[in-house]
């Protein structure tokens, strides 16, 4: 238990390190730790009370809470490390195209793009809808049944449907605008059946407050948005266990949340049972290029490919039946591949997405320009695009290209046209 205990300092430290610097509470990293936090240091803790279980200190145990600890301070360190960026960056000029909001004109063309997304998001989810419409009143059922052939139609949706809700922030000078886009957004979130759907929109909420407002989010507000943000994570919570009433078994079904961990740590412990050799590299190549092909387009498509392989040695019932492989989070599919060496991989990935991160935070505060903001969301982990496991670093920037020409468009009452509005 004392090493989770000065683990979670450790890492809070950072943040609040980071928190002094930026003079704001919750800033860029407030999202990924909210959830990472509280599903790998205190769910665990609450799983142990719940289940009369004791923490057994394995070299499993230790070595997943040690690359958690150095995973995140370097990540944050090297945000904050006042870096002299690539000159390649400094040179693309396009990308430092304002996002201005001065006029009526402005707000309705984003406004009008959000409803635009917002419907071809339920347009596109359509098919889903009428197929499990038995299920609208428990859409996790249709989450749990929508695992395998129904992804050409889960995530696109949920893509335009974050689009539009960020184009729907950007129109939010007027808070009817706003408004009218939560109303719309979160009801069809719920439909998904997905607690991150419901969760993200409100992270992108306060993301855009803090960076594009520029809001100084003091304590007393940021303890506001955290408990809102617990509140929401409750209710999302619900919808995956609605049929649970009783307070006991519900606190042990979200606590059972901290399986992530438990997952690596079995995983590490026992690597040798269960695989011969690592895999170098070949869970990460078959997460990056296997999991892009849509399942309607390679008929034969194995179900064990990437991190599935494990789930597949590991719990081998529970992924034969399909309904949700279990997850073995930040560590394990690293250390199928590259055994204890991980944790260096780790501290270079961390390094690599902080220092981006900061520049794309840095393009944010100068121009507002969505463009950033979209950029700053992935490397925040907060990602537009889901497919489960894999990178999808490319197509957030082919994103964040997408919605920077979308928002130099005009519409005007005689049509769209199309017009150049670089300041």
């Given at each position: 238990?004392?090493?989770?205990?000065?683990?979670?300092?450790?890492?809070?430290?950072?943040?609040?390190?980071?928190?002094?610097?930026?003079?704001?509470?919750?800033?860029?990293?407030?999202?990924?730790?909210f959830?990472?936090?509280?599903a790998n240091?205190l769910?665990?803790?609450?799983?142990?009370y719940?289940?009369?279980?004791?923490?057994?200190?394995?070299?499993?145990?230790?070595?997943?809470y040690?690359c958690?600890?150095?995973?995140f301070?370097?990540?944050?360190?090297?945000?904050?490390?006042n870096v002299?960026?690539?000159p390649?960056?400094?040179?693309?000029?396009?990308?430092?195209?304002?996002?201005?909001?001065?006029h009526?004109?402005?707000?309705?063309?984003f406004?009008?793009?959000?409803?635009?997304?917002?419907f071809?998001?339920?347009?596109?989810?359509?098919?889903?809808?009428?197929?499990?419409?038995?299920?609208?009143?428990?859409?996790?059922?249709?989450?749990?049944?929508?695992?395998?052939?129904?992804?050409?139609?889960?995530?696109?949706?949920?893509?335009?449907l974050?689009i539009?809700?960020?184009f729907?922030?950007?129109?939010?000078?007027?808070?009817?605008?706003?408004?009218?886009?939560?109303?719309?957004?979160?009801?069809?979130?719920?439909?998904?059946?997905?607690?991150?759907?419901?969760?993200?929109?409100?992270?992108?909420?306060l993301?855009y407050?803090?960076?594009v407002e520029?809001?100084?989010?003091?304590?007393?507000?940021?303890?506001?948005?955290?408990?809102?943000?617990?509140?929401?994570?409750l209710l999302?919570?619900?919808?995956?266990?609605h049929?649970?009433?009783?307070?006991?078994?519900?606190?042990?079904?979200i606590?059972?949340?901290?399986?992530?961990t438990?997952?690596?740590?079995?995983?590490?412990?026992?690597?040798?049972?269960?695989?011969?050799?690592?895999?170098?590299?070949r869970?990460?190549?078959?997460?990056?290029?296997?999991?892009?092909?849509?399942?309607?387009?390679?008929?034969?498509k194995?179900?064990?490919?990437?991190?599935?392989?494990?789930?597949?040695?590991i719990?081998?019932?529970?992924?034969?039946?399909?309904?949700?492989?279990p997850?073995?989070?930040?560590?394990?599919?690293?250390?199928?591949d590259?055994?204890?060496?991980?944790?260096f991989?780790?501290?270079?990935?961390?390094?690599?997405?902080?220092?981006?991160?900061?520049?794309?935070?840095?393009?944010?505060?100068?121009?507002?320009?969505?463009?950033?903001?979209?950029?700053?969301l992935?490397?925040?982990?907060?990602?537009l695009?889901?497919?489960?496991?894999?990178s999808?670093?490319?197509?957030?920037?082919?994103?964040?290209?997408?919605?920077?020409?979308?928002s130099?468009?005009?519409?005007?009452?005689f049509?769209?046209?199309?017009?150049?509005?670089?300041?």
């Amino acid at each position: 238990m004392e090493l989770i205990f000065f683990s979670f300092l450790l890492i809070l430290a950072c943040y609040l390190f980071i928190a002094r610097w930026e003079h704001k509470f919750i800033h860029i990293f407030f999202p990924s730790l909210f959830i990472f936090l509280s599903a790998n240091y205190l769910l665990p803790v609450l799983y142990a009370y719940v289940t009369g279980g004791t923490i057994n200190y394995s070299f499993g145990y230790v070595y997943v809470y040690l690359c958690y600890s150095i995973y995140f301070t370097i990540w944050m360190l090297s945000y904050r490390l006042n870096v002299r960026l690539l000159p390649v960056f400094t040179r693309i000029r396009l990308f430092h195209v304002r996002t201005e909001l001065r006029h009526d004109f402005d707000l309705s063309r984003f406004f009008l793009l959000s409803l635009l997304f917002i419907f071809l998001a339920l347009l596109w989810y359509y098919p889903v809808i009428t197929s499990f419409k038995q299920y609208l009143l428990t859409p996790r059922e249709i989450y749990i049944r929508t695992r395998s052939g129904w992804g050409i139609f889960y995530y696109p949706s949920i893509l335009f449907l974050k689009i539009g809700f960020i184009f729907g922030l950007y129109a939010s000078k007027r808070f009817i605008y706003k408004l009218i886009v939560f109303f719309l957004s979160f009801p069809l979130a719920y439909l998904y059946g997905s607690k991150a759907v419901i969760v993200s929109l409100f992270f992108l909420f306060l993301l855009y407050r803090a960076y594009v407002e520029d809001c100084s989010i003091g304590f007393l507000r940021a303890l506001v948005y955290l408990v809102v943000g617990a509140m929401i994570i409750l209710l999302s919570f619900k919808v995956t266990f609605h049929r649970i009433h009783d307070i006991g078994v519900f606190l042990k079904a979200i606590s059972s949340y901290s399986d992530y961990t438990r997952n690596a740590i079995k995983l590490l412990d026992n690597y040798d049972y269960y695989f011969d050799n690592h895999f170098y590299g070949r869970l990460l190549l078959e997460d990056n290029f296997i999991s892009k092909i849509p399942r309607k387009f390679w008929k034969d498509k194995p179900r064990s490919f990437g991190s599935f392989r494990l789930a597949r040695a590991i719990y081998p019932e529970k992924f034969a039946k399909n309904v949700g492989d279990p997850s073995f989070g930040l560590l394990g599919r690293v250390y199928a591949d590259f055994g204890v060496f991980a944790i260096f991989y780790l501290g270079i990935a961390a390094a690599i997405k902080g220092f981006f991160l900061r520049w794309a935070v840095n393009g944010l505060r100068k121009t507002k320009s969505i463009f950033y903001f979209v950029l700053a969301l992935y490397f925040a982990d907060i990602p537009l695009v889901f497919v489960g496991v894999g990178s999808a670093f490319l197509e957030h920037i082919l994103i964040a290209i997408m919605v920077l020409f979308l928002s130099k468009i005009n519409f005007s009452a005689f049509g769209l046209i199309c017009v150049g509005r670089g300041k």
